[in-house]
């Protein structure tokens, strides 16, 4: 397939945008792009996509959202989000719960959203794991998974204090979140270890017992060897410096989910190196822990050099108008390039997926959202989407 004649937005370090450009795919995955001026192929086949007046971008990418495991038009029969039982359940994983033939995801690609970071809730302190995968292509998630886990997922504040509270069991207070998260950790730190020993003296005089069998110690040691990162539920700035100080603690990679009060405390996240998926900005301040809520959250964070990606939520925001948010953050103060960004090459390189998705560069998947107007006009619609090579319908 090759789409000439066509504005592209890269969203690549090399060139962010060729104002008239080709892409060249093979087999689903992207083969060459550069200008129509270093075209040196044939367009007489009948695989050619004439885009003149059109802007291709990367299909956009989700970088936190609970699609398929929040299900569409269902009730408790269709919400497999929370397994809100035990506060400490890292073994869950949320391939296990994602119905992939949910209509949202349809919209989602139809939309131009190709790529999603989607997985537990919030009620527990340990939820469970998330992964990413494509909007399209087959009713199978086996089939549609790019990464799995990409995290585990973690919350902090209300949320699993709200949960348990109205059984009256641990955790009702941030302390004991906190304290969960890390009795969790230390444990699979020492199982690890354990393990790490059994492995090291079998079949000599001195062999150690293998550890038994624990997997939520299993799921752990993924993220305690750095392989995956820690995705913290966090909105008020206390609850944040929670999650820093936890991370730092088990010196464990980390993202923060929402950061809602990070324009607050800007410069500390900055200097901590932070990375934040900003979001759902399209909602209203449901709850106290949103009280400093901000359309210029965004736009704040990225001036102080903080690494950001704005996500929907779905569904607190339906996803397909993750476009949509992004343009709330202009309105905010953003840059609109940086916006695009936000929604393609810096979640994938959040999620750690950006070796597949995310720009538009030789070796990545081939998946495109073509628009005449502007992306973010909640009007507009794409002109085609395209992944994995094959046109969305």
Do not use: W
């Amino acid at each position: 397939m090759i789409i000439c004649n066509a504005r592209i937005f890269t969203a690549s370090d090399e060139n962010d945008v060729i104002d008239c450009g080709y892409i060249e795919t093979n087999g689903g995955v992207i083969t060459a792009v550069g200008t129509m001026d270093e075209f040196g192929g044939s367009l007489d086949s009948g695989d050619v996509i004439d885009a003149a007046g059109l802007t291709v971008y990367p299909a956009f990418v989700d970088a936190h959202c609970h699609i398929g495991i929040c299900e569409n038009a269902l009730g408790f029969e269709g919400d497999d989000v929370n397994e809100a039982t035990d506060p400490s359940t890292p073994q869950m994983r949320a391939i296990d719960a994602i119905n992939a033939a949910d209509l949202c995801f349809s919209e989602a690609a139809r939309a131009g959203i190709g790529t999603v970071v989607t997985g537990v809730g919030s009620a527990n302190p340990i939820g469970g794991s998330f992964l990413a995968m494509k909007t399209y292509g087959s009713t199978r998630v086996d089939k549609l998974v790019i990464k799995d886990p990409v995290s585990i997922k973690f919350a902090l504040g209300e949320n699993p204090k709200r949960t348990y509270n109205d059984r009256d069991e641990t955790p009702v207070t941030r302390m004991a979140t906190a304290a969960i998260i890390r009795e969790q950790l230390a444990k699979a730190r020492r199982y690890m270890d354990d393990m790490a020993e059994y492995e090291r003296t079998k079949g000599t005089d001195d062999e150690t017992s293998r550890p038994d069998l624990d997997m939520k110690c299993e799921a752990l040691i993924p993220l305690l060897k750095r392989e995956i990162k820690a995705h913290f539920h966090c909105h008020r700035q206390d609850d944040i410096f929670t999650a820093i100080r936890i991370a730092k603690e088990f010196s464990i990679d980390y993202v923060l989910i929402h950061a809602t009060d990070g324009h607050l405390i800007a410069d500390e996240l900055r200097e901590e190196r932070a990375s934040c998926v900003i979001g759902p900005l399209f909602a209203d301040r449901c709850k106290p822990e949103l009280a400093d809520q901000s359309i210029e959250n965004a736009y704040k964070l990225h001036k102080h050099g903080v690494d950001i990606a704005i996500c929907t939520d779905h569904p607190e925001t339906p996803i397909q108008y993750l476009p949509v948010t992004a343009g709330i953050a202009i309105r905010g103060g953003l840059s609109r390039d940086e916006a695009i960004r936000a929604i393609t090459i810096s979640p994938a390189r959040i999620c750690g997926i950006d070796d597949r998705v995310g720009s538009i560069e030789p070796g990545k998947d081939a998946d495109f959202a073509a628009f005449r107007g502007e992306v973010f006009d909640i009007t507009e619609k794409p002109e085609f989407v395209i992944i994995g090579g094959k046109f969305v319908d």
